[in-house]
């Protein structure tokens, strides 16, 4: 059974860095992150395969950054230049199988954490 626990979440004014981890047990493939907003579905922001290739939504792309410590089995996500429109629960994700190219839906990841608070104020 694997498990992820997010953390590094937080309140922070617009423009400012957050940086999300994600501690994984057990076996991971496709990891990614998916920012949740109340009363909205979840949305796909990043993506890391196992073999390091990286998928960006265009909305955060150059701004976000998304990394992995294969060693010690933890995503990261670097988030530069907050906007308030970005205030959501962060959750993290992955696969139970090797996937290529990694999938941008959230119906496509099997395991989920309980996710981590990110708030941004203007």
């Known amino acids: 059974q694997v498990q992820l626990v997010e953390s590094g979440g937080g309140s922070v004014q617009s423009g400012g860095p957050l940086r999300l981890s994600c501690a994984a047990s057990g076996a991971t493939y496709c990891m990614a992150w998916f920012p949740q907003a109340p009363g909205q579905s979840r949305e796909f922001v990043s993506a890391i395969s196992t073999d390091g290739a990286l998928i960006y939504a265009e909305s955060v792309r150059g701004r976000f950054t998304i990394s992995k410590d294969n060693a010690k089995n933890t995503l990261f996500l670097q988030m530069n230049s907050l906007k308030p429109e970005e205030t959501a629960m962060y959750y993290c994700?992955?696969?139970?199988?090797?996937?290529?190219?990694?999938?941008?839906?959230?119906?496509?990841?099997?395991?989920w954490g309980q996710g981590t608070q990110v708030n941004v104020s203007s």
């Open positions: 994700a992955t696969t139970r199988a090797p996937t290529y190219p990694c999938p941008q839906m959230d119906h496509n990841y099997e395991y």
